[in-house]
């Protein structure tokens, strides 16, 4: 079924092009409306109740995608290396979860990317040109909601959503390798690709801004925009209400990790049964 979705997308880019935008921007816009909808569903809801009930159902969902995917993973023929991708991944997940979040809710985030990035490859055609590609848009995301969407309400530009998107993108890739017998060969390596261009002309922009003073990575009176507006007194924050804790990656610390994981999960390509 997987491979039948992946070749009808690939024959219709312009369907492909489309479909993948209006996703984004369903994805993208409604930040607000929905966390609206979800506290009114869960008025009255306990903070540890909210994070048990949210927990659960990622889990449930976790469980149902593993298990759908159980035959043509133990089937394929590099069984073994897929195997310990999904161990890892799983770990990331968990130490997503407990380090990373504020709230369980924010598991939503592995879903939506891995979908993202599932309609992103047939475009690509490149495992790991598409996990890039897909962290970019994650972070067009978090960029939207700290710079436009809640400026006030935020004290940094969220590194730590960034990964969690990564993750997501990385469990779609996984999909893809298990479910696919075909592999789509890149027209061009990935230091040629438009993924790459895409991704050096964001970071000349940032570079623009920081040397502009438009931008800064921490608090700066000169500059008008600061990628992290109030350091954290630790390693741990902890937000108000009951106790919970979790780590606020910073700039530098959000690179390596992303760049590693770029790194990680680049041999997944060899991975596609021929």
């Known amino acids: 079924m997987m491979q039948q979705f992946i070749n009808y997308l690939q024959q219709n880019r312009v369907i492909n092009v489309v479909l993948l935008i209006i996703y984004y921007l369903v994805v993208v816009l409604p930040h607000e409306k ?12 306990s903070r540890e109740n909210y994070n048990l ?31 310990f991708y999904y161990v890892a991944t799983t770990i990331f997940v968990l130490l997503c979860i407990n380090v990373l979040f504020v709230m369980n809710v924010e598991s939503i985030h592995f879903l939506q990317y891995a979908v993202f990035a599932i309609l992103s490859y047939p475009l690509i055609k490149s495992l790991t040109q598409t996990l890039v590609f897909t962290t970019i848009a994650g972070a067009f995301d978090e960029a939207y909601q700290y710079f436009y969407l809640a ?28 479910c696919l017998n075909r592999v789509y060969v890149a027209n061009k390596t990935f230091f040629k690709s438009i993924t790459f261009y895409f991704l050096c002309s964001v970071v000349l922009l940032v570079i623009i801004l920081l ?48 760049t590693a994981l770029w790194l990680f999960y680049s041999r997944l390509e060899s991975l596609i049964r021929i």
């Open 34 to 45: 929905v966390g609206v909808i979800i506290a009114k569903l869960f008025k009255g809801t």
């Open 53 to 83: 009930i949210t927990l659960l159902i990622a889990s449930v969902i976790f469980i149902i995608t593993f298990l759908f995917l159980a035959k043509s993973l133990f089937a394929h023929t590099k069984k073994k290396e897929l195997a």
């Open 151 to 178: 400026p006030q309400r935020t004290d940094y530009f969220d590194w730590n959503d960034v990964i969690i998107n990564l993750i997501g993108a990385a469990i779609g890739i996984l999909i893809l390798v298990t």
């Open 211 to 258: 040397a502009s003073n438009v931008l800064s990575v921490y608090p700066n009176d000169d500059s008008v925009f600061a990628l992290v507006k109030v350091l954290p007194e630790g390693f741990w924050s902890y937000p108000p209400g009951p106790y919970v804790k979790y780590h606020v990656v910073m700039p530098p610390e959000g690179l390596i990790i992303i």
